[in-house]
């Protein structure tokens, strides 16, 4: 397999219980919810430091390193190497020659963007936005993921130029509608900041709940187990619909012209998989032809909804989709390879998996999935 110059939007921060509270504003501290990992993962946490800033013992990050271009078989979560320290993740970036890697967390996000208090929402963004900045600051291969959420257009406004200002550059967001469609014109000067700024808005698992309803697990047969539990281990159940909410979201946010308002702004849907993406593409073209008569608002459109995901969108897929079919039924343009390091999900051996998926595509195609795809999201 030949060795290749990789950009991996997709990694993670395994954050510990003072993530929030070491960068949240004092009056807001005390209100901020819990960090605590969740199902098996608690035993993990024996005997680990208090604060991301320290890592590893000198031995393990010896034992690790040594694993060399194997790493991604080696231990996940907690016990991953640089899981909670950016200086030891460097080690892994020149393990499996990864330029640039995109950073997200493994559960703060999730947990804000489920909190019910306004309050404690948006001192939980501040604090969040500032602790992923303060995790890439000594690496400057890692790219921060920060948060946004819309329940305040004007509010939300203020604290993108906050996070910005910081030097945050993309935004993973909630893809739930925030009592009104994410393509509202009241968002707009959202959208036109991001745009402006060259950032980039991305949903992810995380953004929605992760699991479906539990009436749809009641089969009639109780002792039946599920992959449920852990950071981000879904069932299989869940999995058939994991990236309803994403489809939705983007889909809605096309119809309502906020691509083709801000040509310039860059999205990507990532660890959603990329099965559904296709057959996205084709249905919101057949939309616009056969409802622009009736909705004439969408005749303004400018260009396709295609075209206009062909440009501005790209995605992640599972280690076990078939890319090259994907290709086939698109193009080569939306598609990235990732790790999801230090997740299970992202599998033992992506790179090769991925490699064997596209074997028959060109160099250049090759190049695009591996690389230059990712630079299109993150436009630094």
Not at 340 to 359: K, L, M, Q, T, V
Request: one cysteine or more; hydrophobic letters at 40%.
């Amino acid at each position: 397999m030949t060795r290749r110059i990789l950009n991996d939007p997709d990694s993670h921060i395994m954050e510990l219980p003072d993530f929030l509270t070491e960068y949240a504003d004092p009056a807001i501290r005390h209100r901020l919810p819990a960090l605590l990992p969740v199902g098996s993962l608690d035993a993990t946490l024996a005997g680990l430091p208090d604060s991301g800033r320290h890592g590893d013992s000198p031995e393990n990050v010896a034992k690790l390193k040594a694993l060399g271009d194997q790493i991604l078989r080696g231990p996940k979560w907690y016990a991953a190497l640089g899981a909670f320290n950016s200086k030891e993740r460097g080690a892994v970036l020149d393990a499996l020659g990864i330029q640039r890697q995109v950073i997200f967390s493994s559960f703060a996000a999730a947990t804000l963007f489920a909190c019910q208090d306004r309050e404690v929402r948006y001192g939980g963004v501040r604090a969040f936005n500032r602790a992923m900045m303060a995790f890439v600051a000594d690496e400057p291969r890692l790219v921060a993921t920060g948060i946004l959420v819309f329940d305040d257009p004007e509010r939300s406004a203020a604290e993108l130029d906050r996070a910005l200002a910081e030097g945050v550059r993309m935004f993973m967001l909630p893809s739930d509608a925030p009592g009104r469609s994410p393509g509202h014109r009241a968002h707009d000067p959202i959208w036109a900041r991001l745009a402006e700024a060259r950032a980039s808005f991305v949903l992810h698992v995380g953004s929605s709940k992760l699991s479906i309803d539990p009436e749809w697990m009641i089969d009639g047969f109780p002792n039946r187990k599920t992959a449920r539990g852990g950071a981000e281990v879904v069932g299989s159940k869940d999995m058939t619909c994991i990236f309803h909410s994403a489809e939705r979201f983007l889909s809605v946010l096309i119809l309502d012209g906020v691509l083709d308002r801000f040509p310039s702004l860059r999205g990507g849907c990532i660890e959603l998989g990329a099965g559904w993406v296709p057959a996205m593409r084709r249905r919101l073209d057949h939309i616009v032809d056969i409802w622009s008569k009736p909705e004439p608002h969408l005749r303004e459109m400018q260009r396709r909804p295609s075209e206009q995901i062909d440009d501005q969108v790209r995605f992640t897929p599972y280690p076990f989709e078939d890319v090259g079919e994907l290709i086939r039924q698109s193009n080569d343009r939306l598609f990235m390879f990732s790790t999801d390091y230090p997740h299970a999900e992202g599998g033992r051996d992506p790179i090769g998996r991925f490699d064997a998926s596209i074997a028959g595509y060109s160099e250049p195609t090759k190049a695009r999935f591996f690389t230059e795809n990712f630079q299109n999201l993150v436009q630094d």
